[in-house]
Structure formats: C-alpha cells, structure tokens
C-alpha cells in the first residue's frame, strides 16, 4: 500500500479512524491469542518494528544474520513472501524473482538460506522438520504470541520522521508503541544519537536490553550531485531525505506503493527519464532495484543506468547480543 496522504495532518475523520484502530489491533491479537500454539525446535529470534513500514527491519535483519554466521552458526531466514505468488513453503533459489517470494526475499536469500511461506506456522514446521539450523530469523510475527521459543527484538529506527503517531489506519503505528516495546526481549535502536526524547524516555521505562547500532550509506556506482529518485518503500520520504542528507541535489521524486511491481511501460518511462539525464542520474534503494528484473527489464537498459543507495546496519554493543545466542 502507498502511505496516505491523510496521515500528515490531523482531522475530524481521525477520530473515527482511531477507534477502528483500537478495534483493529485487539481483534489481531486475540486471533494470535486463539491460534494453536506452535514451539520451534529451532530457537527463532523475530524482527519487529512499531511501525506498518519503512521501520528498518531488512537491514537490521541482515546485520543480525551477518553477526550469527560470523559466530560460526548456521541460520535461514523466514518470510512471508510479502505480493509473491507462491504461498507454499519453499526455499528461494536463483531462479526466483520477486514476483514469486517478494522484494526482501531476494535480498535475504544473498547473505543466508531464505524461506518463504505464507503461512508462518507451516513454514517454521516445514523447516524445522527437513533441515537443521542453529537459528531461524524472521521479519514477521514479533507480534504473533501462538509461536514459542522466539526472541523478539524491535528495532527503532531514529532516521524515521514525518509520521503521525497513531495506530493503523489512522496513521503510522502498529498498536500503541508501549505495546510494541512491551513484547521486545530487545531493544535495537539505530542511530540512538538522533532519537526523540519522548521515544527515548518510553524506551528507558521498559528496562528491557538496549542493542545499539548506527547506519552507514553509501551508493553502489557513482558520487555525482544531480539526482532523480524513485521507490516504492513503506517511507519513501526516508529515502528522499537520506539523500538531501548526503548533499544530493534532487530534480525530482517519483513514488510508488510499497513493495510496487514495475511494469515494462513503468520500466521504459524510467528508461526515457535516464537517457535524457547523465549515467545513474536516476537512483533507488535495494528493495526497489530486485523487482526490476528480467521480467520487465529483459534488455537490461534501465539496470544498465540506475544507481542503487545501499543501508548497512552496524551493531555496535555486541555483548549485548552475544546474550542472544548463548
């Protein structure tokens, strides 16, 4: 879904959304609530986030898979698959796109063993009956109370602005964040120098475990200033402003939905933007750039042009995290 334009400022209408928010959010939690409970043998540890999107929890992901397999472990990782086609339980390979297991997906399945399934109980028993893991890390379900032996760790991420702070679909939150912040076993907040005092003071009330890290950008193919940006993310703001951050002169801006599948006309107006603009003028995130792909880029001209802004997440108290995994 796009981000509505609602949620940047308060109106009459808001009120009524906040009720169906409140409504909203119990009945999921009581539908987690009634689900049978399952146990994984393989310990999980879950990626949350407060937010419906743009909260960070790809890169965060990542770093933590990264920092598992530099401690010698053996990790996969689960996912729902978000706007791919197939729903059953499998193992993303090479010839997936993210048409089939969606857009993260393809970016996990570069740094560890990946899974897809729609049914996130069937996925972890299907993993946990054929293969043998030392853990399993998953971007969904920190909320979903029916799966036991799971870590959850909320990543707040401080690079967030231009959000409103009520609950789905009234706004940005998933739930009240205390709620958020009471299910974490840990805290991970990125680039903590640049949080809010309220968030922080929410944060330091809950006395959970706080894991620290700082983000390092960086853009994969060229340092020129002029700049046209395009993505379909949760937060394309966020995007945006990394960019005007970084000293980048932006000429324009172009939105799509979330997790937005390019389409070949989408692909060859791009094509036509980057040809009348020097070489990787036109830029997107990493997300963005794995559903341009041979499906609706089959002569590679507009992967040729563009240029790809890169997020790494830096963990940076680890003994903190060596917690985890003891």
Aim: hydrophobic letters at 35%; proline letters at 3%; a positive charge.
């Amino acid at each position: 879904m796009k981000r509505p334009q609602m949620w940047n400022k308060k109106t009459k209408f808001h009120i009524i959304l906040i009720s169906f928010g409140y409504i909203f959010y119990y009945l999921s939690h009581l539908n987690y609530k009634l689900k049978k409970k399952y146990r994984s043998t393989i310990p999980i540890i879950s990626i949350g986030s407060p937010l419906i999107g743009g909260g960070g929890k790809t890169p965060t992901e990542i770093a933590i898979i990264n920092f598992l397999i530099s401690q010698g472990k053996s990790v996969c990782s689960l996912s729902k698959g978000y706007s791919g086609s197939i729903k059953e339980p499998t193992l993303v390979k090479k010839k997936h796109r993210s048409s089939d297991v969606g857009d993260e997906s393809i970016l996990l399945s570069n740094i560890s063993d990946t899974f897809v399934s729609h049914n996130r109980t069937i996925g972890l028993k299907y993993i946990n009956d054929n293969f043998k893991y030392d853990f399993i890390v998953m971007d969904d379900g920190y909320r979903d109370v029916s799966i036991e032996n799971k870590i959850n760790i909320l990543v707040i991420d401080s690079n967030v602005s231009d959000i409103n702070h009520y609950q789905f679909p009234a706004g940005d939150y998933i739930g009240k964040l205390e709620t958020s912040l009471n299910f974490a076993d840990f805290i991970l907040i990125v680039d903590p120098d640049k949080l809010s005092n309220q968030i922080k003071n929410s944060i330091l009330s809950t006395n959970k475990i706080i894991i620290q890290a700082s983000t390092h950008i960086k853009n994969k193919y060229s340092e020129i200033s002029d700049r046209i940006a395009f993505t379909g993310i949760g937060l394309p703001n966020k995007f945006y402003q990394s960019l005007i951050d970084r000293n980048y002169n932006l000429l324009d801006k172009l939105t799509f939905k979330n997790h937005h599948r390019f389409t070949e006309k989408e692909i060859e107006h791009l094509i036509n933007i980057g040809k009348s603009h020097e070489k990787y003028t036109l830029i997107t995130t990493e997300k963005d750039f794995v559903r341009i792909d041979d499906e609706n880029d089959p002569a590679h001209k507009l992967r040729k042009m563009i240029d790809v802004q890169t997020i790494e997440i830096k963990l940076n108290n680890l003994d903190s995290i060596l917690d985890i995994i003891k």
